[in-house]
């Protein structure tokens, strides 16, 4: 645990020295704060931030490569993989201290978007039940874009392979359920696949978080997608040995 | 002594390409080895295999008595390991890095700022410990690397090309740096230049396409040499009317000589080498022939033997013998 900790510092350390970091929190903050004055903060709508949360969904697809895209990749292309893993810590250490590191400073970069609900607070009267379920969705979500980011970057030592791969990637599950509603033909036979593509697809289980409701199910979905993806980023990190 | 790496059979495939090719040897306690081999020899796949970081097809190695697939993370703690080409974080400070590295190296964090000093102290660090280790040079970089290596304090260094990239004095004080190291440590260096391993090292192995060729003291090895050594002389036929060609097919006839090649170095004086078929001194012989035909001589000497010569014998795979003669 020791040498998890002083590994996500080291992740946390480097990004707040390194430029595209800047860049992606700027841009998100740039691209929220749009939208949440034109969708949520506006005379005569319900104080509240349900259209921000949704976006955000779609925000972050674009965001979150851009955080992770260097994690691993830029270990891999500068050789620094071998002087990481030939230290007395696990590959599982590795990954898990990568995947916290990149978390937290997605998490600081959505701190400051907390100043919604203060301005919410002062020119309104919000409800703070579906705003915090709302956060709760964020920083699951966030998990889990963050853990296929970190998935991206095992594969490739190129930085922006490992971008839009994660890009395509999320892309496909968080937008595959509702497109295959509306494109495939309601045949009996089919229903069952329909229904499990719904249920495999991020939009499904995020939209009742920014809802104000807050289901197990929901919540267990994140928590295994992340911590599947963790797992498969730790297999290829071991593939090493049988490659 | 007991042995510290031991490697047995090692063979390692990359897809259809043999890497390594059944390895076998150990380093003892103490002692500074030199992997020597040309480029693509096979070292830095070998090395890699001896820290975790590569698996083997098939064989077995051991450091510090433990196997290096099973054991990982024992092995990799008793491991200071250099990696060719020294990666670094660019965006880390010297002081900072080196203290990362000691605690992901289990040095416990009340002794890590001691055991980061005891190294920037080592390596010739002190003035850059603020730096960032992106905007050092060169020969920086591969100190820090070197003190990276050191921070824990291993039994085992294993440095891949600790010297490439230097220029002489950096090399002459990593040299001298590495050569302080033995005794308390156990050092396997690679490099595909012999000069440099001459300096540091008391022992060499040698790997030339995955093989070994020999692993042996130094000593032992310039032993084995010395039963080839070379006569160089400078003469001239003068006016007895014989042409280079008589010249070298007469030394090359001395009692003792397997082969003789002569060239013209201008003034009608001929530079003449000849090589022993066994361990014998032709001095004698080739001086009282040259009397005896009445030509001038102006030169004769024998030539030391170099390693230089062995190596490139040995990597070109003919010389293997002279090391196991003389062992």
């Known amino acids: 645990m020791g040498k998890v900790l002083l590994l996500t510092r080291r992740e946390i350390s480097a990004y707040f020295v390194s430029p595209i970091a800047y860049v992606a929190m700027a841009l998100f903050l740039v691209i929220a704060g749009i939208f949440f004055a034109l969708a949520d903060f506006r005379p005569g709508a319900p104080a509240g931030m349900r259209s921000i949360f949704d976006i955000m969904m779609f925000i972050l697809i674009f965001i979150i490569p851009i955080v992770t895209m260097r994690s691993l990749s830029e270990e891999q292309r500068s050789g620094t993989i071998e002087t990481l893993l030939t230290a007395p810590v696990t590959d599982i250490q590795v990954v898990v201290a990568k995947f916290l590191g990149s978390w937290i400073f997605y998490l600081a970069m959505l701190a400051p978007t907390l100043i919604y609900v203060v301005l919410l607070a002062a020119f309104g009267n919000p409800e703070y039940g579906p705003v915090a379920s709302g956060y709760l969705g964020l920083v699951l979500l966030g998990a889990l874009y963050v853990s296929i980011g970190l998935l991206a970057s095992s594969l490739t030592e190129n930085q922006v392979i490992a971008a839009v791969t994660a890009f395509a990637i999320l892309i496909v599950l968080a937008m595959l359920g509702p497109w295959i509603a509306t494109v495939v033909p309601s045949r009996w036979w089919i229903i069952g696949v329909r229904a499990i593509v719904q249920q495999a697809t991020v939009r499904t289980h995020y939209q009742d978080f920014s809802q104000g409701v807050v289901d197990l199910v929901h919540v267990i979905y994140f928590v295994a997608l992340t911590a599947y993806a963790l797992f498969l980023t730790v297999k290829v990190l071991e593939s090493r040995r049988w490659r | 002594m007991c042995a510290m790496i031991e490697v047995e059979n090692l063979t390692k495939w990359y897809g259809n390409t043999l890497a390594v090719d059944r390895a076998t040897f150990s380093v003892e306690e103490g002692r500074i080895v030199g992997f020597l081999g040309p480029n693509g020899a096979g070292k830095s796949t070998a090395l890699r295999i001896l820290t975790g970081f590569l698996p083997a097809t098939s064989g077995q190695a051991r450091v510090n008595g433990r196997d290096v697939l099973m054991e990982s993370l024992a092995v990799r703690s008793s491991i200071g390991y250099m990696p060719e080409n020294v990666p670094l974080y660019p965006e880390m400070r010297v002081e900072e890095y080196l203290a990362f590295r000691a605690g992901l190296k289990d040095v416990p964090s009340p002794k890590r700022r001691a055991a980061v000093d005891r190294v920037l102290q080592r390596c010739w660090l002190k003035e850059v410990r603020r730096r960032l280790i992106g905007q050092l040079s060169k020969g920086f970089r591969q100190r820090v690397g070197l003190a990276e290596a050191l921070v824990a304090d291993p039994p085992v260094l294993i440095l891949d090309e600790p010297t490439i990239g230097l220029d002489p004095t950096q090399i002459e004080e990593t040299s001298k740096l590495i050569r302080s190291l033995g005794g308390k440590h156990t050092v396997l260096l690679s490099s595909h230049l012999l000069p440099q391993v001459e300096k540091a090292c008391s022992h060499v192995v040698i790997i030339a396409d995955g093989q070994i060729k020999a692993a042996d003291s130094l000593d032992e090895l310039k032993k084995g040499l010395a039963h080839r050594r070379q006569v160089v002389m400078e003469l001239r036929a003068g006016d007895t009317g014989d042409g280079p060609a008589e010249v070298g097919r007469a030394l090359g006839q001395v009692a003792g000589a397997a082969d003789a090649s002569t060239d013209e170095v201008g003034g009608g004086w001929l530079r003449a080498v000849v090589t022993p078929a066994a361990d014998a001194d ?20 024998r030539l030391a033997p170099t390693l230089d010569e ?18």
Request: aromatic share 6%; proline share 0%; glycine share 10%.
């Open chain 2, 282 to 301: 032709l001095r004698e012989g080739l001086c009282a022939l040259v009397a005896q035909r009445g030509w001038q001589l102006r030169e004769i000497h």
């Open chain 2, 310 to 327: 062995l190596y490139a014998r040995i990597v070109a795979g003919e010389a293997v013998t002279a090391g196991k003669e003389a062992a």
